[in-house]
């Protein structure tokens, strides 16, 4: 067989992405379902249809996804159960206040309707609510709800409305690469040629990927809910309710509640690879796991005590390291596209991210600037099992845990370090990660370290602890000297006759220079736009050494090869 594209998974996210292409005009567009649609993560997600993230252009996205699922109904005739009850996210202190506070104000800029409410108002739109111990809510009335299935349904159905061919029961069993480029997928029923090829395989992604040798870090982790029996009065425009500090959110669901959980220290599952029959499966109940939360819920809710479970859920949903999805073209071969990762996020993120992915892919570049959910921000290393086994327990408590400036990960750490790390942490060093590296944030002073203090962070929305010792550190570089350790940075070495034409081509700045000099530069994509911001170091004739950043080495790696004639 033969297609333009091939998309493996049939998602939300590989249904958005067949819909948007064939949207943008393309033709033989063929997606493969290994078992049937939606049957991996899509049909037991919540359906939660959020609007504001951590960044204008992730608000971008999922605003999108929210008025798209507004005129899919009416477009594919398939009932999605969307709808825009608003949504509630409860403060339990005055630190999650301060940062409902935040969201809200960002929410104005973004152009999303948002209030700041008191605890009483927070009583009002949620009666059933205890308020003790709220110190306020932040409600955004354009939020709502949706049936998962559903959306990836009509996705799929617009998407064969416009020409594209969707295929269940194809597992693809391997992808063919040919000179750094993607050839076409192998499957149990042959193999089927392609121009390009889409992983959108959820929590199989990282098997995906490395039918490719593509690195493509997730992981999946079980997340538990519960539906109780119907309740009476129950008013079906309740808001979506966050309570974060509880690990809890609450929805309305056809007359019941569904209760779920971002419990702060999560089951990583899957470990020995997903079972090949898995197809809309349930993972085991824990109730034990779960009971924290739910004893909490009871009391934050009264309503439920009385009530019955009708359903202990738990199906599995994938993470990625840094709780940010993965989007773009492969670094290790082109026209390989990754869209995964979501983070329990996916059914707000499918529509934008489908259409960011769709525009990418149509036009060669991203649409903006998606760095943040760029697959080349992540390392090999990533990929393996244990550093994913260990982040993943965070990742998923991490979606309600207070977003603190600064905030470090606990887990998969000191994987980098460099060649002075043990004398930084003698002299007090407080160390940061990035890109795997331990990087010495910020010192702790000596005379805090002879008391037996020891250098960590401790959060807040104001003036954090390490803020005079940063300045002492600063002081003193200005005024005396300093040492810096560049180890994590990224080096690249270009070597050979054509050294300098190539880099005259993708540098900015002028790199024709003498032996010795440093070059400070950009490089700029067609549109003038910025894709990196580096130094060029002239170390002979023909050789130059290239300094980046430690977390965009290989988005630059890549751009400086893939611009190479």
Known sequence: GQARVVIVGGGVIGCSVAYHLAK??????????????????TWHAAGLIGQLRATSNMTKL????????????????????????????????????????????????????????????????????????VHGGLFLPSDGQADPSNIALALAKGARQNGAKIVENVCVTGIRTENGRVRGVETGDGFIAAEYVVNAAGMWGREVGKMAGVNVPLHACEHFYIVTEPLEGLSRDLPVLRVPDESAYFKEDAGKILLGAFEPVSKPWGM?????????????????????????????MPVLEPAGIQTFFNGPESFTPDDRYLLGEAPEVQNYFVAAGFNSIGIQSAGGAGKARSEWMDAGEPPFDLWEVDIRRMQPFQSTKTYLYHRSTETLGLLYADHFPY????????????????????????????????RANWFLPKDRLDAGETPEYRYSWGRQNWFPFSADEHNSVRNTAGLFALSSFGKIRVEGRDAEHVLQRVCANDV?????????????????????????????ETVFLVVTPAATLIRDLTWLKRSIP
């Open 24 to 41: 943008l005009g393309w033709k033989d567009i063929l997606l493969l379902e290994r078992k049937q649609l939606t049957s991996g993560t």
């Open 62 to 133: 999922a605003r999108y996804s929210a008025e798209l699922y507004t005129t899919l109904e009416e477009e594919t005739g398939v009932a999605t159960g969307y709808k825009r009850n608003g949504s509630l996210g409860i403060a339990l202190s005055e630190a999650r206040l301060e940062e409902l506070a935040r969201g809200s104000s960002m929410a104005k800029v973004f152009g999303i309707e948002s209030e700041i409410l008191t605890p009483d108002q927070c009583g009002e739109k949620c009666p059933m609510l205890n308020l003790d111990g």
């Open 272 to 300: 020995d690879g997903i079972p090949e029959d898995f197809c809309f499966d349930q993972l085991p109940e824990d109730i034990d796991h779960f009971a924290p939360i739910l004893e909490a819920a009871i009391t934050r």
């Open 407 to 438: 905030r470090q990960f606990a887990t998969s750490r000191g994987v980098r370090r460099t060649p002075i790390h043990t004398e930084l942490a003698a002299h007090g060093a407080c160390f940061g990660e990035l890109a795997g590296w331990e």
């Open 512 to 540: 024709s220079v003498p032996i010795g000099k440093i070059v400070y530069t950009q490089w700029l994509n067609h549109r003038g736009g910025i894709e990196a911001d580096l130094t060029v170091t002239r170390l002979s």
